[in-house]
């Protein structure tokens, strides 16, 4: 309707905006339990996909976890992306704990480094080199299933000092490359680097992030949440379309008999009908209909869940003063 709500099934439905992480690469350096080191992490945080963690721990080995699963070691990974040792050492030249950690690698190929990433990713399953390869493609480098948007590109490039188009929505070697120095360079109590700004030369400051600051959130309005559902309903239409031109037979196909929208409409009713973020209109007086359509929630679907919200999370950063009340 013109007010902003929608009729569904005719009731009266708002979808409250939804306050997620921002797209982006995060550093962080929490203290050890057991010695009196930090451990240093990176993340890179898609719009959507598989995230990426780097970590430094307490005996100075860079490990990594691919889509939260076990850690690895971090020139593995490397070498897997297609770098040599050389090309490692020559890289990361000066930075000693990339150099220790190359040192207790004993994989040399990138065959055997896939392979490996493969096996810890998915164990028990016979493993192939293009397999393996595929995997990690489908992860971080194809644009159908990972999607850092333009936010997170210009978050990353101003963050690491890189000056990549903002199109360039799929992560590269030179962003993986980029966050893994800026990493030990924190670890090592670096203050500052020299990358680009702008496609300038620029001295950039190295600095941890603050996760519950409003500079590293973004809200997903209606418009998006919509598209999200649009999306899973097109793949799962995609899929029984695939299916259908396999079994049926060539000359009596037509586009009536393959295409069937039944998963696209059946996505978007489930978003309107069941969804968290949308709500039943408030209308007990003309105000709280007005607040309702202004509120915003940080649950739902890839936001946080009411369990495992935390009191940071719950708190008032500095950040919020004089944006939302």
Known sequence: TGKGTFIINGTERVVVSQLVRS????????????????????RVIPSRGAWLEFEIDKRDQVGVRIDRKRKQSVT??????????????????????????????????KEDALRDIYRKLRPGEQVAAEAARALLDNFYFNAKRYDLAKVGRYKINQKLGLDKPLSDSVLTVDDIVATIKYLVRLHRGDTTFDGLR????????????????????????VGELIQNQVRTGLSRMERVVRERMT?????????????????????????FGTSQLSQFMDQNNPLAGLTHK???????????????AGVEVRDVHPSHYGRHV
């Open 76 to 109: 593995v990974f490397l070498k897997a992306l297609g770098l040599s040792s050389e090309d490692i050492l020559a890289e990361f030249a000066g930075f000693d704990s990339i150099e220790e950690t190359l040192s207790k690698d004993t994989i040399l190929t």
């Open 23 to 42: 797209p982006g690469v995060y550093f962080d350096k929490t203290p050890d339990k057991t010695s009196d080191k930090d451990i240093v992490s990176a």
């Open 198 to 221: 702008g496609g300038k030369p620029a001295e950039i400051r190295l600095d941890v992030d603050d996760i519950d600051n409003f500079g590293n959130r973004r809200i997903r309005a």
């Open 294 to 308: 202004r509120r915003l929630s940080a649950l739902g679907p890839g936001g946080l869940s009411r369990e495992r």
């Open 247 to 271: 079994t049926q037979d060539i000359e009596a196909i037509t586009p009536q008999t393959l295409i069937n929208v039944r998963p696209v409409v059946a996505a978007i009713k489930e978003f």
